[in-house]
């Protein structure tokens, strides 16, 4: 089994900073590509960020040039910091990981989501 476990989310001010993490463990042989999603209320699932094994990143334009996403490939961690939020940044925010389980086998996992709230 492969656990996911993020961290990190809370209520912040427009214009401040909160960092999320997120670690995978348990039945994994390698993480390929790790990201970020947000969903709000009544609306659609969005893909905030992206990171290769390799380590190469792509963003959502909404996001672009206040979020960053890395990875400690180490401890099989994945982070995003997010400077100059917004309110519309409020969301839940869900980590994901594609895994190899084994020699032929791939799998899509999920952490359990961290709200976010930003607020005056």
């Known amino acids: 089994q492969v656990q996911v476990v993020e961290s990190g989310g809370g209520l912040v001010q427009p214009g401040g900073s909160l960092r999320l993490s997120c670690a995978v463990s348990?039945?994994?042989?390698?993480?390929?590509?790790m990201a970020w999603y947000r969903r709000i209320p009544v609306k659609q699932r969005e893909l905030v960020a992206t990171i290769s094994s390799s380590g190469s990143t792509d963003y959502a334009d909404s996001v672009k040039g206040r979020f960053t996403i890395s990875r400690d490939n180490a401890k099989n961690t994945v982070y995003l910091q997010m400077n100059s939020l917004k309110s519309e940044d409020t969301a839940e925010y869900y980590c994901n990981a594609n895994v190899d389980t084994g020699i032929w086998s791939q799998a899509d996992v999920w952490g359990q989501g961290t709200q976010v709230t930003v607020s005056s």
């Open positions: 348990g039945s994994i042989r390698r993480i390929n590509a």
